[in-house]
């Protein structure tokens, strides 16, 4: 197609001009940023497999040291591609200026991963989305997309919680809600100074002796999204925020626990983000975010030479009935290696990387971005304003770097 074409032709002059060495055609090379070594081994694989059917190009596979460092090689040419996850997407195209080549559907009609709903007890009446304040809630761990990023890129984004001169999200968290379950709250690397509200771990129950309170783990009964939801439904929350399958995934005996068993789906019901309620199937009107599903991370140039092999390898491995599979990842001893094992297919995208994050999610990211509140410490708030009172040229640049320290 016409883009592909264009930068073939652009890549073919620059040969000519810059070097008048003749263009041979080898085969191009793409590396892969992997994370674990069950991951390089899957990679490795693939690598094989795809030469062994003659798919045109190879693939390299490059260790990475964790997401942040993946992105740094992508943006220097150490590595072309990796796939990550809604959140870091989001900072790669932020803060490295990278795009998206693919994206997983896991439905075959579109990229969405799953919806972040709000989920209370049927019997609670005069519970609003729009009027939380003093209420108690239930959220899967701090720092995570359902139990943090979204429901509070949400109460920021409706003016409920205003982060303020503080410029701690905890501490205005813990002063908007009655009481809480956050695990991992007051773990030390998410509260290096000791300081955020207790309430927030005052909804969780810990293990069967009241040890690990509000740790960052199941050994906290109220941890994770099955926990969020036990914690609503034995009436310790108002309202626990979840994905829409969470309560399909613990009903009718899939969860042997006796909360779960006890569990009627009458019992429950969505709060909607228009201060409205509706019932638990009516999550595609009714929830606080669509979360896209995982995307391939490149340098922008490189969108559509990799979109070109990607369609090469899920011809060839994307729906292998023998053989090397693509989309899965047993024998590996993990999951979710290079795509998640829920991937239907790869789908091109077209657009920049919001257009794969969409509207609801890129508002909700967004939120933290108020200029009001973009810095998690205070020492930054006060850099900030130093740093702008005095250099007025630096402002962007320092507002771009703390950005980025909020995303990490
Ligand atoms: C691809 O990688 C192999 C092995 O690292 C190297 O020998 C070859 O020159 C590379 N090809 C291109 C086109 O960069
Ligand atoms: C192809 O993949 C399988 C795993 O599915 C692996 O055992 C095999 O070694 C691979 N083949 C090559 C040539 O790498
Ligand atoms: C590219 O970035 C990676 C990760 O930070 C680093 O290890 C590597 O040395 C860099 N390479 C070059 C050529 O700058
Ligand atoms: C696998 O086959 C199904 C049905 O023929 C098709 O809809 C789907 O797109 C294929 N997947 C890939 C990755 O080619
Ligand atoms: C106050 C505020 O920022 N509201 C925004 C919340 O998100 C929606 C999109 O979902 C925006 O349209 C609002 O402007």
Avoid at 145 to 168: A, D, F, H
Avoid at 169 to 193: E, I, M, Q, T
Avoid at 210 to 234: F, P, Q, T
Avoid at 258 to 280: I, M, Q, R, V
């Amino acid at each position: 197609d016409s883009s592909c074409t264009r930068s073939v032709i652009k890549t073919l002059l620059l040969h000519i001009n810059l070097s008048f060495t003749p263009v041979t055609m080898t085969t191009p090379n793409f590396s892969w940023c992997v994370l674990s070594e069950a991951e390089e081994q899957k990679c490795l694989d693939l690598a094989g497999n795809a030469t062994a059917r003659n798919v045109r190009g190879s693939l390299l596979c490059v260790r990475g040291l964790n997401t942040r460092d993946c992105m740094e090689k992508i943006k220097n040419g150490t590595a072309d591609a990796a796939s990550m996850f809604a959140d870091d997407i989001y900072a790669a195209g932020l803060c490295y200026g990278l795009e998206l080549a693919a994206g997983e559907s896991h439905n075959a009609v579109d990229g969405i991963s799953y919806y972040v709903v709000a989920m209370a007890r049927r019997s609670s009446s005069d519970l609003s989305l729009l009027e939380m304040h003093e209420r108690s809630s239930c959220h899967p761990g701090i720092r995570t997309t359902v139990g943090w990023t979204v429901p509070i890129g949400y109460l920021v984004n409706t003016s409920q919680i205003s982060i303020g001169e503080q410029c701690n999200f905890p501490k205005a968290v813990g002063n908007f809600f009655g009481y809480s379950c956050v695990p991992g709250v007051k773990d030390p690397l998410h509260d290096p100074r000791g300081n955020n509200p207790k309430n927030l771990c005052e909804a969780c129950i810990g293990d069967e002796n009241d040890r690990h309170i509000c740790a960052n783990n199941h050994k906290e009964r109220h941890y994770g999204e099955a926990g969020a939801l036990r914690c609503v439904a034995e009436n310790l929350g108002d309202v626990a925020f979840v994905k829409h399958t969470t309560v399909f995934d613990n009903l009718d005996g899939k969860n042997q626990e006796s909360w779960a068993l006890d569990l009627e789906l009458e019992d429950l019901k969505l709060l909607c983000p228009d201060g409205t309620e509706a019932g638990l199937d009516e999550y595609l009107r009714c929830h606080l975010s669509a979360v896209p599903a995982n995307g391939v991370v490149v340098r922008m140039e490189d969108k559509c030479r990799v979109w070109k092999y990607l369609e090469r390898l899920q011809n060839a491995f994307g729906n292998a009935t023998e053989g090397f599979s693509l989309f899965s990842s047993a024998g590996y001893g993990q999951s979710d290696l290079l795509f998640s094992d829920a991937t239907h297919h790869l789908q091109r995208v077209l657009g920049s990387y919001t257009s794969w994050l969409g509207p609801s999610y890129t508002a909700i990211l967004q939120a933290f971005e108020d200029p009001r509140l973009k810095y998690i410490f205070p020492s930054l708030c006060i850099t900030r304003i130093v740093l702008t009172l005095l250099m007025p040229a630096f402002f962007f640049w320092f507002v771009h770097i703390s950005r980025c320290e909020l995303l990490f």
